[in-house]
Nanobody
């Protein structure tokens, strides 16, 4: 069983930065692929980034070059550094875990956090 708790969301102006954190419980955290997803009002859940096997990463085209996913297995944490934010990035951001390789499909993830709100003002 894995429990996930996100933090770091907030209100930021366009062009600004935020760093999201996700704290995980569980004895085998390092073996889990971790993903970040977001959901804007009235829209479906959207893949943002994933990291697995320590250093493999994948990004949605919409965030590539602006967002960076990383993890600290010793602290059981995963991070999402978000730079050059724009209003289209406004959403609830959630981290997720699956005991396999990374995936862009939210249905392939077994564990989810409660989410943290990110609002980017123009």
């Amino acid at each position: 069983q894995v429990q996930l708790v996100e933090s770091g969301g907030g209100l930021v102006q366009a062009g600004g930065s935020l760093r999201l954190s996700c704290a995980a419980s569980g004895r085998t955290f390092s073996s889990y692929a971790m993903g970040w997803f977001r959901q804007a009002p009235g829209k479906g859940r959207e893949f943002v980034a994933s990291i697995w096997s320590g250093y493999y990463t994948d990004y949605a085209d919409s965030v590539k070059g602006r967002f960076t996913i990383s993890r600290d297995n010793a602290k059981k944490m995963v991070f999402l550094q978000m730079n050059s934010l724009n209003p289209e990035d406004t959403a609830v951001y959630s981290c997720a875990a699956r005991n396999s390789a990374g995936s862009r499909s939210p249905t392939r993830y077994d564990y989810w956090g409660q989410g943290t709100q990110v609002t980017v003002s123009s």
